[in-house]
C-alpha cells in the first residue's frame, strides 16, 4: 500500500499521501484530524501532538514515536499553518483520487456478498488500535490514545490477526507456560483444601 501511495502523483512536487498514510498508520487519528492538525499543535520535544477537532469535541494528546518525528521533519515548511498542505499550502480537505488508486493498485478491494468492500482511510485508525492490543498495549492506553470513552468503542477497534491468534495458543504448548498453568492448579487446588 505504502509503494502504490508512493508512486500516486499527487500535486507534482508536495507529494503527500504516502506520509499521510504512514501518519495515520502510527497516530491512530481520524482522517479530519490530520487535516485539522496546526504546527502550533505539534510538540516534538515532548513527543506528543495535540489534537483539537475532535469527533467527541474533547481534546487529546497523541504520543508520537520516530516514524511520526521524521514525517513532521519532512513536512515542516516555515509559514505554513497545517501539517498536511496541498501544493498552494492549503490545508487538505478532501482525501484525493490518488488514494483510491493506490488502494486498486494493492488490490485492498473485495467482492463480498455482491458488493466491492475495499480499504478506506479510516482503516488505519483500525489498524493502529489492532497493531497496539497485539503488541501488548494495555486496554485503557489504547483508548485515550484513540479518544475512546467506552471498551465497547475500542473494542470494535480491536481485529487481532489470525497469525497473532495462533501464537497465542502456540504459547500455551510451551513448557514454561504447562508449568505456570499447573503451578496454579495446584495452589487454587490447596487453597480450597486449606479453607
Known amino acids: 500500500m505504502l509503494k502504490a ?10 507529494k503527500y499521501l504516502r506520509d499521510l498514510v504512514l501518519f495515520a498508520l502510527h497516530t491512530g487519528m481520524r482522517q479530519q484530524e490530520i487535516f485539522s492538525l496546526k504546527w502550533s499543535h505539534v510538540f516534538i520535544k ?12 474533547e481534546n487529546r494528546n497523541v ?14 515548511i516555515n509559514g505554513i499553518e497545517y501539517v498536511f498542505t496541498n501544493s498552494l499550502g492549503k490545508r487538505l480537505t478532501v482525501l484525493t483520487n490518488a488514494f483510491w488508486t493506490a488502494v486498486a493498485k494493492t488490490g485492498l478491494v473485495k467482492e463480498e456478498k455482491g458488493k466491492k468492500i475495499r480499504f478506506r482511510f479510516h482503516d488505519c485508525r483500525h489498524t493502529f488500535g489492532s ?9 485503557k492506553t489504547i483508548m485515550e490514545i ?8 475500542a473494542m470494535r477497534y480491536q481485529h487481532p490477526a489470525p497469525d497473532h491468534k495462533l501464537t497465542a495458543v502456540r504459547m500455551l504448548a510451551t513448557k514454561a507456560a504447562t508449568a505456570t498453568i499447573m503451578n496454579l492448579e495446584i495452589q487454587k487446588e490447596n487453597k480450597r483444601l486449606s479453607n
Open 63 to 76: 504520543p508520537i514515536n520516530e516514524v511520526v518525528r521524521e514525517i513532521l521533519k519532512r513536512r515542516k
Open 46 to 57: 515532548r513527543q506528543y501532538l495535540r489534537v483539537t477537532d475532535t469527533k467527541n469535541h
Open 146 to 153: 484513540m479518544g475512546h470513552k467506552t471498551t465497547q468503542m
Open 131 to 139: 497493531r497496539l492490543g497485539m503488541n501488548g498495549t494495555d486496554l
Open 5 to 14: 501511495c508512493d508512486a500516486r502523483p499527487q500535486r507534482r512536487k508536495k
